[in-house]
């Protein structure tokens, strides 16, 4: 059987992890490691700055999801159909809908949406528009 050993690590010797990793790391900080960057870089880090006068608004640097938003040609119904009165609520519009989403396919009513994607797709645009 094979012995794999890990390679050895420095101790801490009784020390904290900060003040080991002050003495073994060095100074990191943004301010030592500026110092040491080429004119045109410290222009562009120092404009990245937040600084404290206007905090960041929340989930700034964040990418959104995508919304699709239905385009003019989109056609939904305009109730729940009468042949679905017997069903709950809920699957009586999602029927009422993709009848009307398959009748769409041959004419092209569907404008660019799928019947579900990322960001809603047409079975959650038109269920919304059927419940309101």
Do not use: H
């Not at 500026?34 to 960041?56: I, Y």
């Not at 004419?107 to 047409?122: A, E, H, M, P």
């Amino acid at each position: 059987m094979r012995s794999s050993r890990l390679p050895a690590r420095p101790a801490l010797n009784g020390q904290k992890y900060k003040d080991f990793k002050a003495a073994e790391c060095g100074d990191v900080s943004t301010a030592a490691t500026q110092q040491n960057m080429p004119p045109a870089e410290k222009e562009a880090a120092e404009d990245k700055k937040v600084t404290s006068d206007a905090p960041a608004s929340p989930g700034a640097g964040i990418a959104s999801k995508p919304s699709t938003v239905s385009s003019g040609s989109t056609v939904f119904p305009g109730s729940v159909s009468t042949q679905y009165a017997k069903l709950s609520p809920g699957k009586a519009r999602m029927k009422t809908c993709l009848d009307q989403y398959n009748a769409n396919k041959s004419t092209g009513g569907n404008g660019s949406l799928k019947w579900i994607q990322k960001g809603g797709g047409y079975y959650s645009q038109c269920n919304a528009k059927l419940k309101s």
